[in-house]
């Protein structure tokens, strides 16, 4: 009964002592370079109607047809923070073709 009891401690210890907020290990983030086509949902698309997404790990980078150039980072293996100039969120649904913003557009992998 001892042995049982040492055992329930130590994964206790274990689970305790790991980092939150990580994301696992065999979490890959998905590959999203290409070129999308931004579609009002519903809110009007003000940056550019197409916009090329280059990746590097776990940041992007966005061009738009207009010019204007963007950044975001993976939160997690479906979900982006956006920097400048759009500071949005971004959900990646339907098999890493479709990227849902908080600022009311949908990105669409052509």
């Given at each position: ?35 999308y ?47 400048a100039?759009w ?13 849902q913003?908080s ?8």
């Amino acid at each position: 009964m001892l042995s049982k009891s040492v055992l329930i401690s130590l994964i206790a210890t274990a689970a305790a002592s790991l980092p939150l907020g990580t994301t696992r290990a065999d979490e890959a983030t998905p590959n999203l370079t290409g070129t999308y086509r931004c579609e009002p949902q519903p809110a009007p698309c003000h940056s550019g109607q197409t916009f090329t997404v280059t990746q590097a790990g776990a940041e992007l980078e966005f061009k738009s047809d207009s010019g204007t150039v963007g950044h975001a980072k993976f939160t997690s293996s479906i979900s982006l923070s956006g920097m400048a100039p759009w500071n949005s969120l971004g959900v990646i649904t339907a098999e890493d073709r479709v990227i849902q913003w908080s600022n009311g557009t949908q990105w669409r992998k052509m």
